[in-house]
């Protein structure tokens, strides 16, 4: 089953302005994180941001900022103020308590590619 | 600059070939987590090492398989290479498996013809 979600496969947003991604995920642990990663064309998978699910306030990187609503199991990231350097796919994953099967992986949704314009 | 390494970038090998694919992960981390990329299946976890030990298996074929030494850097041995096999390998490394960030090195490229 698909434990990650991004419903959006592309999307087109003019610089300076603000852009909202959308990842939905399921586990029913208790205890996981959230994370955002940018994949430009060059292929390199770069970290932006995390989100603990007992964190109480939303995780902020410059920026990045990740809209946790957890009773949703949504987890949107915001990039404000866009650049055209933000022109990337876009994948939001999520690692799960610690067991035998799952201990410490990441998994990913299917991306959006984001494209910036002028 | 993530501070974990693969090695090489790009690899071209034909069918039924052997190839290696090295990762160094970054200073202090114990943990090794090998990914491959591909357009039909997405970014899938493959394996992972903690401290020398493999900890978790993903959806790695029997054709693959990897090792973590005592200086912590990790290999990835793919064998019997068939075409789809071609895709982005990626290796990531953490201090632990419970982790608030994970950084991943720039991947091999490889491309069975």
């Known amino acids: 089953a698909q434990k990650i979600t991004q419903t959006q496969p592309g999307m087109f947003v003019q610089e300076k302005e603000a852009v909202t991604l959308d990842c939905t995920y399921d586990?029913?642990?208790?205890?996981?994180?959230l994370f955002w990663y940018k994949q430009p064309s060059s292929g390199e998978m770069i970290f932006l941001i995390y989100?603990?699910?007992?964190?109480?306030q939303n995780a902020t990187e410059g920026r990045y900022s990740l809209n946790f609503q957890k009773a949703r199991k949504s987890a949107n990231l915001v990039i404000s103020a866009s650049q055209l350097g933000d022109s990337a796919m876009y994948f939001c994953?999520?690692?799960?308590?610690?067991?035998?099967?799952?201990?410490?992986?990441?998994?990913f949704g299917a991306g959006t590619q984001v494209v910036v314009t002028p | 600059d993530s501070g974990v390494t693969q090695t090489p970038k790009h690899l071209i090998t034909a069918t039924g070939q052997r190839v290696t694919l090295r990762c160094s992960p970054r200073?202090?981390?114990?943990?090794v987590y090998w990914y491959q990329q591909s357009l039909d299946q997405g970014l899938q976890f493959l394996i992972q090492?903690?401290?020398?030990?493999?900890?978790a298996k993903g959806n790695i074929l029997e054709r693959f398989s990897a090792q973590q030494f005592p200086d912590l850097h990790s290999e990835l041995n793919l064998s019997s290479l068939e075409l789809g096999d071609s895709a982005l390998y990626f290796c990531a490394s953490s201090p632990t498996g419970t982790y608030t960030e994970a950084f991943f090195g720039q991947g091999t490229r490889l491309t069975v013809v």
């Open positions: 586990t029913s642990d208790p205890s996981y994180g």
């Open positions: 994953a999520m690692r799960e308590a610690m067991t035998t099967d799952s201990w410490g992986k990441l998994q």
């Open positions: 090492y903690y401290n020398g030990e493999e900890r």
């Open positions: 989100q603990g699910s007992y964190d109480q």
């Open positions: 200073s202090g981390d114990l943990s």
